[in-house]
């Protein structure tokens, strides 16, 4: 059954399947963030995901930035995300252009938003385990929003 | 040999009689005669096991530790009861006051990064080289940035190895952090020396101006200089080529080797940061001791944008040698760079250094840079 994107669901199923997955998320070691995912279409969803030691403890919506206290948020319109994750099912993994990393860089097509560089530094310090989180979707249907 | 103890415990009579009574089984248990009322230690998340946070308690609490420790030159670990006299041999420590190491949150970089450590042998897929086919241009142009990166790196171990035994003992999360440091750029070391050599072409050219640049790390005058310098100033330029180099790698195998080492570096720029919030918070009157050397600092990294790292960086980025590959590689590099000068700035900022921007020579050079772009 297909999954909405945007949607709480669709990082909750990412959570569930992290869940799943223990073992590999035990070896990239503790994730302590929390990030924004920003989500821009025809109307904006902004979501909070809070990562504790191996897993995702809380995916909510906002209704505001000031709703949460984010590290950084990436920021990105629908159709971006739509190409990264179209991307991440090809093989499983993103395309060189379409890791998050490379995303948010050169270009900065998706952009990485935060108050302070500590926050900041934690997309960085955490790349593996995030990266690993979204790429779970390389097998899931979506429905586009 | 250049230490002879004051005494030769070997030949000491009263030493091995001591000794020689225990073993009849007489002790004495005066080590006892001092012990304390055990402490209440409650593991916070038992998913994570003990942390360093959930010991901190009582005497064994950082925060109780004074700003200056004076009763500890040794080795005896914060807490610990020191003999009365002066027979704990004097070891030098030069780093004896909270604020000459520590920062916020060093006790949580440390978790982080014991958790968080990679194998290179085994983590980064190997393997998987063989499906890529690499031009020449391009396995060369890797190779050299390779060898600018092994160089980067060997300072990156050698300077918290430096410091390490200066730092009074009392202060074990920050030598144990910056240990962690030291293997995480071992391995970084190991990593670029590794894919170098992975396809045969090997090392390249080591960089003179980028070595002039990286001694007057190791050459800082005080602790918190070398760290401003390294942690701060080059690890978050690194960071951001490290970035970049996630970017511009030919394969997915490049791509996963990134990942891994920038998450180290930004744990490293991390507690930079922080140590340098904490000592500006803490020391304000080291401001403009930190200032005038960061002005000459800034100076010395920019032997980091050498010609040879340049020009592969180019050719990376923009998948060749042609002019029009040139061109795009070099809006691929300038917009990099201007990235790294652009996030210095703000975390020298936030870690109560906002002057930077205005004094700082790469101001000039980061505008430099923007015109040539645009001219290009």
Known sequence: MAIKFPSVDFFKELTRRMDGNAAEFEKLG?????????????????????????????????????DAELDFTLEAPLSLWQEMFESIKKTGHPEPAYSLNSLSHVGDRMAVVY?????????????ATIQAFVDQASDLEIEWA | MSYYGSTDYSYNSDFNLRVRDIKKGNLDFS??????????????????????????????????????????RGLAPRGAILAEGSDQPDLGPSLNKKSDVWGYRVQRYWEEAMSRQWNVTTDVPWQDMDRYEISDDLEFAFCQLCTLLSEVEMIATDLPSKWSHHMNSYFQEVKGFIATQCIDEARHAEVFRKRALANGVGLLRAS?????????????????EGSVFLHVLGEGFILTLFRSSEFISPTPVEQRMFQLVMQDEAR????????????????????????????????????????DQLESMIVLGGKGTSPECIKRGIEVVGAFQGKQIQEYFHRAERAGLPERKERSPLLELQQRMLGALQSA
């Open chain 2, 31 to 72: 080590w006892l005669d001092n012990a304390r009322d055990t402490v209440e230690i409650r593991r916070r998340d038992p998913r994570r096991g003990l942390m360093l946070e959930d010991v901190e308690v009582g005497d064994y609490a950082v925060e109780n530790t004074p700003e200056v420790v004076r009763e500890n």
């Open chain 2, 268 to 307: 490293h720029v991390s507690y930079g940061l922080q140590h340098l919030k904490y000592l500006m918070d803490n020391c304000p009157e080291v401001r403009p001791q930190i200032n005038g050397f960061l002005d000459e600092a800034e100076r010395h990294l920019t032997g980091l944008f050498n010609p």
């Open chain 2, 208 to 224: 003179v101006r980028g070595e002039h640049a990286l001694k007057g790390i190791l050459e800082a005058d005080s602790y918190s």
């Open chain 1, 115 to 127: 108050d302070e560089p500590e926050g900041h530094d934690k997309f960085y310090r955490f790349m």
């Open chain 1, 30 to 66: 503790f994730c302590d963030t929390t990030m924004g995912v920003k989500v821009d279409g025809d109307a904006s969803h902004l979501y909070a995901l809070t990562f504790e030691v191996f897993g995702c403890s809380d995916v909510r919506e906002l209704s505001s930035p000031g």
